[in-house]
């Protein structure tokens, strides 16, 4: 079984920053792959980014690349988002998710589990 807790969230103004903080349970956090997922109010969770199991592969969302870089420690059980340059259209719950497989998906379903989600308001 594995635990996510995600941190970091909050108000920002639009052109600013954040970064996001996952912490997994487990001895096994280093083979899985890990993904970021974001939910608006009124719209279905939708695909962020991904990092393959060693953080060598990494994969973004076309709304978000160039902004965002998704990375993990390995050391620490800890993935991370960081978000530049954020938008009002940023503004959602995020939440991280791991996927057993290790390989890296895009789809909300190939992953097996999920933390409880940290809300992000980018203010125009």
């Known amino acids: 079984q594995v635990q996510l807790v995600e941190s970091g969230g909050g108000l920002v103004q639009a052109g600013g920053s954040l970064r996001l903080s996952c912490a997994a349970s487990?001895?096994?956090?280093?083979?899985?792959?890990m993904g970021w997922f974001r939910q608006a109010p009124g719209k279905e969770r939708e695909f962020v980014a991904a990092?393959?199991?060693?953080?060598?592969?990494?994969y973004y969302a076309d709304s978000v690349k160039g902004r965002f870089t998704i990375s993990r420690d390995n050391a620490k059980n800890t993935v991370y988002l960081q978000m530049n340059s954020l938008k009002p259209e940023d503004t959602a719950v995020y939440y991280c998710a791991a996927n057993v497989a290790g390989g890296i998906v895009v789809s909300a379903r190939r992953y097996d589990y999920w933390g409880q989600g940290t809300q992000v308001t980018v203010s125009s």
């Open positions: 487990g001895r096994t956090f280093s083979n899985y792959a």
């Open positions: 990092v393959n199991w060693s953080g060598g592969t990494t």
